[in-house]
């Protein structure tokens, strides 16, 4: 084999690998995509922290009707929404792309300040790149005035 045929199949299986590695990360985004937020199921999923419900994370008064608040508990950020009058939504506040935490709830947007990402508060798919997955949906319970998680 001369030098000329080694650099062909060192280039080519480069080629491969990176192609392999592309698809792959595809994939997996396709994947998060595809699974059913707890809206569209027709069972609640667990939230992601695993914490039992304790304390209250907000009350209902202090999410208001069309928008949210972010909130913090157990170390994490959540955005508390309420798409509609009584219905109340959790989501992680980490931004999928980067890991920064969503600070504002804005126009029905959970909003992202590191590179502009945005969230629709019902369902926290994004509206807004350069994320490719929605925030993670958590499990809550609304008992009387409070919102808790689990």
């Known amino acids: 084999m ?6 062909q199949v060192v280039v080519g299986a ?5 192609v392999a590695a592309l698809a792959a990360c595809s994939a997996s985004d396709t994947a998060a995509r595809d699974t059913p937020t707890p809206s569209q199921s ?11 419900a304790t304390e209250a994370l907000v ?21 508390v929404t309420q798409p509609t009058k009584g219905e109340f939504k959790c989501f992680s506040a980490v931004c999928p792309h980067q890991g920064c935490n969503c600070n504002a709830v804005q126009d029905g947007q959970i909003v992202c300040p ?6 629709a508060i019902a369902t926290g ?4 790149g350069p994320a490719t997955t929605g925030l ?7 008992a009387g005035s409070s919102i808790s998680l689990g």
């Open 2 to 7: 001369s030098n000329v045929n080694r650099r």
């Open 14 to 18: 480069a080629g491969i690998a990176g």
């Open 42 to 52: 027709s069972t609640p999923a667990a939230g992601s922290s695993g914490a039992p």
């Open 59 to 79: 009350t209902t008064a202090e999410v208001p009707e069309g928008g949210g608040v972010i909130v913090s508990a157990n170390g994490q950020a959540y955005a």
């Open 114 to 119: 590191c590179h502009g990402s945005m969230f």
């Open 125 to 128: 798919d994004v509206t807004t």
């Open 136 to 142: 993670t949906a958590e499990k809550i319970t609304v």
